[in-house]
């Protein structure tokens, strides 16, 4: 196992995590989480793969943006520090985004693309009261209203179900850490993804959770519908934080690919 603070652009740093040997695979995770959200698969996946997590930008434990950045950039960054030439990508929610943006950008370096509960660029996103208050809070000054508003809406199956204290452990946290950081250094494709699914030519599998918000399985839907080849899951018992909700189902679907 190999644990680096690898450097990025604006004098940045991420915390990265490599361990196991054999096709590479790396993980992303979402917009207030950190690679503990793989902590149920990353072990016995690193069994059979070489395995690479990392946290983003400004998330967990690597630096908060100080300038422009894309985080298509950070992650070919983490590629190229590994030596990985090309890699099967796995992301969830924003990092399925990314994952996403990324094998459209750089074709040659993905090997496979997993989509878990996955954002897409260019989906446009019904107005809601619920919605609304999410995002007002992700957009505000409030890191309690914000794990709140999280834990609400995306950890729907609540504390009863499994992996919870680690989900609101994870969360509160990186809603701290979200709030202090600067905001509005991201920046984003022009061109939103879902316009470009048929340019997609890797071995695609979209997956999303049978209690997950239902926008997403929209979303996870129109991937699989436009992505030539892709393959839809759908798991039982699971909403937005699948990997900690059905860890065990998760890594079948990985292992298989």
């Not at 099967?88 to 990324?102: I, K, R, Y």
């Amino acid at each position: 196992m190999t644990i680096e603070y690898l450097p990025v652009s604006g004098d940045g740093r991420l915390w990265a995590e490599q361990a196991g040997d054999g096709p590479p695979v790396v993980l992303l995770h979402g917009s207030v989480h950190d690679s503990r959200l793989w902590d149920g698969v990353f072990p016995e996946l690193a069994r059979h793969r070489t395995v690479i997590r990392y946290d983003a930008r400004g998330l967990g434990r690597s630096t908060p943006p100080t300038a422009p950045f894309r985080y298509e950039d950070d992650l070919l960054a983490v590629l190229d520090h590994f030596g990985v030439e090309r890699a099967a990508l796995v992301g969830l929610s924003m990092g399925g985004e990314v994952a996403l943006d990324f094998t459209l950008e750089h074709p040659a370096r993905v090997r496979s693309l997993t989509l878990v509960a996955a954002s897409a660029g260019g989906h446009d996103w019904p107005r809601s009261a619920e919605l609304d208050a999410y995002a007002a809070a992700d957009r505000g000054d409030d890191p309690g209203r914000l794990a709140e508003t999280e834990l609400t809406l995306w950890a729907s199956l609540g504390e009863r179900a499994p992996g919870y204290a680690a989900i609101r452990d994870m969360v509160t946290e990186n809603a701290r850490l979200r709030v202090a950081a600067e905001k509005g250094h991201a920046l984003f494709a022009e061109v939103g993804a879902v316009e470009l699914l048929d340019r997609v030519a890797v071995p695609t599998t979209v997956v999303v959770g049978d209690h997950d918000h239902p926008e997403i399985g929209v979303i996870a839907r129109r991937l699989a519908a436009g992505i030539a080849g892709a393959r839809l899951e759908i798991v039982a018992a699971a909403d937005h934080y699948l990997p900690l909700r059905a860890p065990e189902r998760l890594l079948e679907i990985l292992l298989a690919g």
